[in-house]
């Protein structure tokens, strides 16, 4: 079983935070140009799959956010991250 399918399959209990530290480790390795062939090929497959994961989590999260705003304030409210973060 390639380290892809088991990013996939067990990286659905993989933390987001974890999921991210790892993709980036993979992202350096493969900019070191140390890696043969086979391995680039192997941590692009890992890779596509822990990004996925992780769009998939910050999409879980965004929906979660957006009725959390509406079920407090009653009706939703979109704001841009930008604004938000110069909110607070």
């Known amino acids: 079983m390639s380290k892809a399918s088991k990013a996939s399959e067990g990286g659905e209990a993989l933390p987001f935070e974890e999921a ?4 980036e480790s993979i992202v350096e390795a493969m ?5 043969p ?39 939703l409210t979109m704001k841009p991250a930008a604004l938000e973060a110069a909110e607070d």
């Open 31 to 35: 900019e070191s140009d140390n890696l």
């Open 37 to 75: 062939l086979e391995q680039l090929l192997s941590q692009f497959e890992e890779g596509a799959a822990l990004a996925k994961l992780c769009q998939s989590r910050l999409a879980e999260a965004e929906v979660k956010v957006r009725r959390l705003e509406e079920s407090l304030g009653g009706a």
């Open 20 to 23: 991210l530290n790892k993709l």
